[in-house]
């Protein structure tokens, strides 16, 4: 009776197992590809990794700073472990250049006189930090000084903030409300 009930048993699973082992003969099923199977998270990461698509950080206006004292630096100027950390009324006694772009001029300290200050070197390259025009994000732009220095100029913007204009740096890249400069 054992027997019976085993050989019956095998006789309903047969079917089970043929149908999950697909049931057809193995050359059909060499020509299908396999599919892998990925979660949803990692064909996410997959695919932003691929560099189909970035991820973009919401854009918000920064903060407006807080006015400055007159007493304390308005800017730091840096060259090696030289530094020039004029406050507002030094910075508006240093001599002036005035520069034209698109109609507009823009009158301030040219950038050959703040590295002369920090006593940079020659060949010196210049990075600036500050904050986009577009007040979105904070940048950092980034030039050998002998390219820009002429045609750059550094003026205090109506807050009392350093600003930055420049002949030969396009205006997408200028700066405003300076935070440094730095000779190398």
Not at 3 to 14: E, G, K, V, W, Y
Not at 43 to 53: D, I, K, N, S, Y
Request: proline share 10%; hydrophobic share 40%; glycine share 8%.
């Amino acid at each position: 009776m054992l027997r019976l009930r085993l050989a019956a048993a095998l006789l309903l699973l047969a079917p089970a197992a043929i149908a999950a082992c697909g049931g057809k003969d193995d050359a059909n099923s060499a020509d299908a590809s396999p599919t892998p199977t990925v979660s949803e998270a990692d064909a996410r990461r997959t695919e932003v990794a691929q560099g189909l698509e970035q991820p973009v950080p919401p854009d918000r206006p920064l903060p407006t700073p807080t006015p400055l004292p007159d007493d304390v630096p308005v800017l730091q100027v840096v060259a090696g472990s030289n530094q020039f950390t004029p406050t507002r009324e030094e910075f508006r006694a240093l001599p002036t250049a005035t520069i034209s772009v698109g109609g507009k001029q823009y009158t301030g300290v040219p950038l050959a006189e703040l590295a002369k200050r920090a006593s940079a070197p020659d060949g010196a390259v210049v990075t600036i930090q500050g904050t986009r025009m577009d007040n979105l994000r904070y940048g950092v732009i980034r030039y050998p000084a002998a390219d820009i220095a002429a045609g750059t100029v550094v003026y205090l913007d109506d807050s009392g903030y350093p600003a930055l204009a420049s002949t030969s740096i396009p205006q997408e890249q200028w700066l405003h409300t300076l935070t440094g400069i730095a000779f190398q």
